[in-house]
């Protein structure tokens, strides 16, 4: 399969798409944040370190980013396919990315823009609602997924929470940043003729666009 790399807003749907490519594909899927929390924990002075750089919610670094990366791209289950969730963050990190997939001989494939109307995304982050129990995600704002008693996890009866950055605040700023880091990966990708950009209102609708991009 080809490898993807996505790029998108915060909550425009990279989870659920990475999701379905995985159940349906196979695909490796690699998120940097998840290669990082799970270094961050890892009891040695180096988790330590990224351990401390997650806790500012900054950028970690280029180099540890990519120390994880590298040794991720060298296990076996990349060989089907692999999908980049959360990277290359800036264009430091695209400059960067091509000289290791030619150093692994690995492909670039396709960079997928999940575009998602900016009402859509506010309505998901400041309508999400979790289980604190059984970690069910609900949605009071979109029409997708509400919990069918208010404030009530339909699969457990456990009490409904919200993540305290899923508020209008806090996700201007991440759209902010956002806006700021990836605008210039767009046209570094644009220009290289491998972007395309799929629709994100469903989850049907994004799994369509995507397989006419894997068949094309
Ligand atoms: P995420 O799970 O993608 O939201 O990432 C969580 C945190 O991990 C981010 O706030 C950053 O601190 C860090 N992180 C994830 N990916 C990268 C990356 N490509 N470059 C630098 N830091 C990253």
């Keep these: 399969m080809k490898n993807i790399i996505l790029i998108a807003a915060p909550a425009a749907g990279k989870g659920t798409l990475s999701e379905m490519l995985v159940e349906k594909y196979n695909y490796a899927h ?13 009891g040695t002075v180096l988790g ?3 351990s401390n750089l997650l806790k500012t919610g900054e950028l970690v670094t280029d180099e540890i980013v990519f120390e994880l990366l590298e040794k991720r791209l060298k296990e076996n289950d990349i ?34 823009v999940i575009d998602t109307p900016y009402e859509t995304l506010k309505k998901r982050i400041v309508g ?19 919990p069918k008693v208010d404030g009530i996890c339909d699969k457990c009866g ?10 209008e605040e806090s996700f201007k700023i ?22 395309f950009f799929i629709n994100g209102e469903s989850k049907e609708q994004m799994l369509k666009d995507i397989e006419a991009l894997l068949y094309d």
Aim: with cysteine; glycine share 10%.
């Design 174 to 195: 991440r759209m902010k940043t956002y806006e700021e880091k990836t605008a210039p990966l767009i046209d570094y990708y644009k220009e290289k003729g491998n972007l």
């Design 158 to 167: 456990s009490k409904l929470e919200k993540r305290s950055d899923d508020n």
């Design 79 to 112: 060989q089907n396919g692999y999908i980049l969730d959360g990277f290359p963050r800036t264009l430091n990190q695209a400059n960067m990315y091509d000289e290791l997939i030619t150093k692994l001989g690995l492909d670039l494939g396709i960079v997928v």
């Design 30 to 42: 690699i998120s940097t944040g998840d290669l990082l929390r799970s270094a961050a924990g890892d």
């Design 48 to 50: 330590e370190k990224i």
């Design 128 to 146: 999400r609602v979790l289980c604190g129990k059984c970690g069910s995600v609900y949605n009071t704002l979109t029409g997708v997924n509400t």
